[in-house]
């Protein structure tokens, strides 16, 4: 039998990744727009904190150096300075260290992964910061610092990370660590979007599927 890594070469990566992760993806998206982020500065408070809580565990990713040979330009993409000037900005005290937070990956191939959903949620951004400035007022340089596009555009920036990531060069059975890296990855912003949802009243919870 075929085994998965076979069957998916690793030219096709982020396009497997993106079908593999599609359903987790959209439970996410929905679970964060439940928390109606750009109702009011409190509740993009509770989806900022979300922001920080997920980019303070991959910020050691951007980095490392093993990951920076992969992906050249992989350190100038860390937005968690970003997110926690955004919290400043708002006179928002960062949330305290995440309890037992650690790596989030000890593989190459699940940090991959990790930073593929990192990346891709700059990618749809777009539409995140439109609703921050038509509804709460924030800019690029206040309050929403972190949904800001590259200079260079959104897309050209993504295609750019795909296709660092589609030619890194691993072994066929790390294919599926990827794709787990990616898929904890949305666990993760999942399990902090409830976290946040819990402390915003019934009918939050309940939206969120909690």
């Known amino acids: 039998m075929q085994n998965q890594a076979a069957a998916h070469p690793a030219t096709d990566r982020a396009a497997r990744l993106k079908a593999e992760t599609r359903e987790v993806h959209e439970r996410l998206d929905q679970a964060i727009m439940a928390l ?13 904190n979300v922001q920080w ?15 920076a040979r992969l992906l050249p330009d992989l350190g100038e993409r860390c937005r968690f300075a970003s997110i926690k000037a955004d919290l400043a900005d708002l006179g928002i005290t960062a949330p305290a260290a995440l309890s037992g937070a650690g790596p989030v990956a000890a593989h190459t191939a699940e940090a991959l992964g990790w930073l593929y959903v990192a990346e891709g949620s700059n990618l749809g951004a777009a539409f995140l910061l439109k609703a921050a400035q038509k509804s709460l007022g924030l ?13 260079e555009g959104r897309a050209l920036h993504w295609r750019q990370f795909t296709a660092a990531l589609d030619a890194a060069d691993l072994a066929p059975e790390d294919e599926e660590t990827v794709t787990e890296g990616a898929r904890k990855a949305f666990a993760f912003v999942r399990a902090q979007v409830e976290a946040e949802a819990s402390t915003a009243g019934p009918a939050a919870r309940s939206s969120a599927g909690i």
């Open 53 to 67: 809580a997920f980019h303070a565990m991959i910020a050691p990713l951007y980095a490392d150096e093993d990951l």
């Open 36 to 48: 109606d982020p750009f109702g009011s500065r409190d509740n993009y408070g509770r989806f900022l």
């Open 139 to 151: 800019r690029e340089d206040f309050g929403a610092r972190h949904l800001a596009g590259h200079p």
